[in-house]
């Protein structure tokens, strides 16, 4: 069965910064594209980012574009999402989520992980 | 932007129910829609991609229909397992990607 657990969330202040990770096993990582989506709590999904499978390709929504950056480590099986000048708004679960579609930009998501929560308060 | 718009937003059924829950696009996505099932406190899961076909190991009570703007998710006959939020996604545009804003299904 396919694995991808997020680490990395916790408590920042606004204007922070933290670092995501998404640990991908049991499935050949560096051939798929991966995404981040996010949920704030009590709220429904939004997508985030997108990164092709070499890592040539990405895709951001407009909410975090030039804050948020997101990479991969295909010999690490990892993905990642830095996240700069946090906001309140960015306060939510994040999930990493692998993507079935057979293009270089998002479509649509077969595999995600449990997520981990960023909370951005003073 | 495309606008995804789900109804109902909240929906109360029985146990053996058929259960259709509706999605609107505010423009064409030909049949570029997925739909996921959400339980509190997990992730979501994939049940069906390009409008209509089921992913594998879902059970087949699930099926998606439509195309254009206009895409329903039923059920068949509705099971204890599947009290859960029903999200749809469009992936015509990806800039950005955009999820409908869900149904929840409860227990009447």
């Known amino acids: 069965e396919v694995q991808l657990v997020e680490s990395g969330g916790g408590l920042v202040q606004p204007g922070g910064s933290l670092r995501l990770s998404c640990a991908a096993s049991?499935?050949?990582?560096?051939?798929?594209?991966m995404n981040w989506v996010r949920q704030a709590p009590g709220k429904g999904l939004e997508w985030v980012s997108f990164?092709?499978?070499?890592?040539?390709?990405?895709y951001y929504a407009d909410s975090v574009k030039g804050r948020f950056t997101v990479s991969r480590d295909n010999a690490k099986n990892s993905l990642y999402l830095q996240m700069n000048s946090l906001r309140a708004e960015d306060t939510a679960v994040y999930y990493c989520?692998?993507?079935?579609?057979?293009?270089?930009?998002?479509?649509?998501?077969?595999?995600w992980g449990q997520g981990t929560l960023v909370t951005v308060s003073s | 932007d495309i606008q995804m718009t789900q109804s109902p937003s909240t929906l109360s059924a029985s146990v053996g129910d058929r259960v259709t829950i509706t999605c609107r696009a505010s423009q064409s996505i030909s049949s570029w829609l997925a739909w996921y099932q959400q339980k509190p406190g997990k992730a979501p899961k994939l049940l069906i991609y390009?409008?209509?076909s089921l992913e594998s190991g879902v059970p087949s009570r699930f099926s998606g229909s439509g195309s254009g703007t206009d895409f329903t998710l039923t059920i068949s006959s509705l099971q204890p397992d599947d009290f859960a939020t029903y999200y749809c996604q469009q992936y015509d545009s990806y800039s950005p990607l955009t999820f409908g804003g869900g149904t929840k299904v409860e227990i009447k």
């Open positions: 989520a692998r993507d079935q579609g057979s293009y270089s930009r998002p479509e649509y998501f077969d595999y």
């Open positions: 390009k409008g209509s």
């Open positions: 990164i092709s499978s070499s890592g040539s390709t990405t």
């Open positions: 049991k499935l050949t990582f560096s051939g798929y594209s």
